[in-house]
């Protein structure tokens, strides 16, 4: 399965440990960022 993340989302995960970072890093999936998330 694929799932598509916004920057706020990304973020939000690197940041917070929540539910959603817990559902992102447990779960086996393709994800999909914008590329200008991963550039300085």
Do not use: G, Q
Not at 22 to 31: D, S
């Amino acid at each position: 399965m694929k799932l598509v993340l916004d920057t706020n989302i990304l973020i939000a995960t690197l940041i917070k440990d929540s539910v959603t970072r817990e559902i992102l890093t447990h779960l086996e999936m393709e994800y999909l960022v914008p590329e200008f998330a991963l550039t300085n």
